[in-house]
């Protein structure tokens, strides 16, 4: 129940990543589902209110790059995007090929960076490919850096957010950036700094951390295949089947809000009935916020949530 503290939200983002998916429904590790977890994700969009109009996913979309797998992540994630009526924006990830990802996905086979700009009522969305072939660690290079700076030279109606795969910010938990770091950030965030970025969408670490890079707010979504956990016993990080999650970026005229969703269904302790909730809509404002904050109220003693 909204007391209208904020205005709505002027975009919505779902942010997934690292879907990570095989030929032929294949398993990671010979245990982990990646097409389950890709799926209970869509299927948590589908519950929203206030639907997303980006759907957003930052690489490692398939896990060997093999086309079949690209070819079944089209089939799953595009008619649900139609559905939502988002615009679906793809990102390169180290363990994506840009041959079976440009041909499939776009319809046109390139090895080169695939970089893109979309306009979403006004709010810019970049994808950017910070994808070495061959390699697992990141990097933009100096012509993606001068495209990116034309591109930014022009300010966007609601400003612009990147989604690209390696995150640009330290690793506390994760002593492994000379493997999979963003090397030469510091190129990238000379051209940044300064332009209408409001906000920077990554992948790749498996799970989910906030930071700031050239003073843009950084969030790094966890993945809907296996995750990490970055404080295991006995190990530096570990894998697990588990954990698994998506997050919601609202973006506001003077803020982004990001909130992750887990995709486990956990059991449920309360329920807030949208029958009482209901009921309380033909109240006073002043009833209303009497029903819903005083501790005593019959609302809060109800028992039914
Ligand atoms: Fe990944
Ligand atoms: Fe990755």
């Not at 640009?168 to 938990?173: A, E, H, K, T």
């Not at 940044?192 to 670490?205: C, N, S, Y």
Request: proline share 8%.
């Amino acid at each position: 129940m909204h007391l209208d503290l904020y205005p709505e939200p002027v975009h919505t983002i779902a942010h997934l990543s690292d879907t990570h998916l095989l030929a032929g429904g294949a398993r990671q590790y010979d245990v982990v589902e990646p097409e389950t977890g890709l799926v209970a994700a869509l299927e948590r969009l589908s519950r929203l209110d206030l639907p997303p109009d980006v759907v957003l996913v930052t690489g490692d979309l398939a896990d060997l790059g093999e086309p079949t797998a690209y070819e079944r992540l089209k089939e799953l994630v595009e008619p649900a995007a139609a559905d939502l009526g988002a615009e679906l924006v793809w990102v390169m990830g180290n363990h994506d090929e840009r041959p079976a990802y440009s041909r499939i996905l776009f319809g046109a086979e390139s090895a080169r960076e695939q970089d893109a700009v979309y306009d979403v009522g006004g709010l810019r969305v970049i994808s950017l490919d910070s994808t070495v072939p061959g390699y697992h660690h990141g990097l933009v290079t100096p012509e993606q850096l001068g495209w990116l700076r034309e591109v930014l030279s022009e300010p966007a109606p609601h400003g612009t957010i990147i989604g690209m795969h390696h995150p640009p910010i330290p690793l506390p938990l994760a002593p492994v950036d000379a493997i999979i770091g963003l090397y030469d950030h510091d190129a990238l965030a000379a051209v940044l700094e300064g332009t209408d970025v409001r906000g920077i969408l990554a992948g790749h670490l498996h799970y989910s951390t906030y930071s700031t890079f050239a003073g843009i707010p950084v969030s790094v979504a966890s993945a809907s295949c296996y995750t990490v956990d970055p404080v295991p016993a006995a190990a530096i990080l570990r894998g697990v089947d588990g954990g698994r999650s998506i997050t919601m970026t609202h973006v506001y005229d003077d803020r982004l809000v990001h909130t992750i969703v887990p995709l486990a269904e956990e059991p449920a302790v309360y329920n807030i009935d949208p029958v009482l909730l209901g009921a309380l809509e033909a109240l006073s404002p002043e009833e209303r916020i009497d029903q819903l904050s005083r501790k005593d109220s019959e609302f809060n003693t109800s028992g039914r949530w």
